[in-house]
């Protein structure tokens, strides 16, 4: 869902026009995903960015293989090393064991349920908001 370059299109079966930021929790959990991927190119950028496309995936239970990255380390994930073989074989391994694949996705999920939500973090909240 989004953008996707030209050279890649050929690689996909589908590409979703990306949707208004009010409709985007319904458009992504409309994709019905057997499985995310999240990849980053290694860079200083990439390495500051949160960890908010891993919430946004595991709110709604899908899978995830991502790049090896530290926004992305300490999620029950499949993280990989940038290069085409590891890739492909963790996207295989997913596709060729859907009830693992899901169960990580179930995973995943409870991962957010359990660490993630606003109201288990109001007090740091309020603490970075407020004046002391």
């Known amino acids: 869902m989004g953008l996707c370059p030209p050279k890649l299109r050929y690689h996909v079966a589908e590409v979703h026009n990306a949707v208004p930021f009010d409709q985007y929790p319904a458009g ?10 999240a990849p980053l190119e290694l860079n200083r950028f990439n390495t500051a960015k949160s960890n908010l496309r891993l919430l ?10 991502a790049t090896d ?19 492909i074989n963790a996207i295989r ?5 859907l009830d693992a694949t ?28 407020l004046p002391d």
């Open 28 to 37: 992504l959990a409309a994709l019905d995903l057997d499985l995310a991927i």
């Open 56 to 65: 946004e995936y595991g709110a709604i239970g899908y899978p995830v293989i």
């Open 102 to 129: 899901h169960t990580s996705g179930e995973q995943l999920r409870e991962w957010v349920l359990s660490n993630w939500m606003l109201d288990q973090h109001l007090d740091e909240w309020m603490k970075a908001l």
């Open 69 to 87: 990255i530290l926004p992305y380390r300490n999620a029950p994930i499949t993280r990989v090393p940038n290069n085409q073989k590891a890739w």
């Open 93 to 97: 391994a997913h596709i060729n064991d």
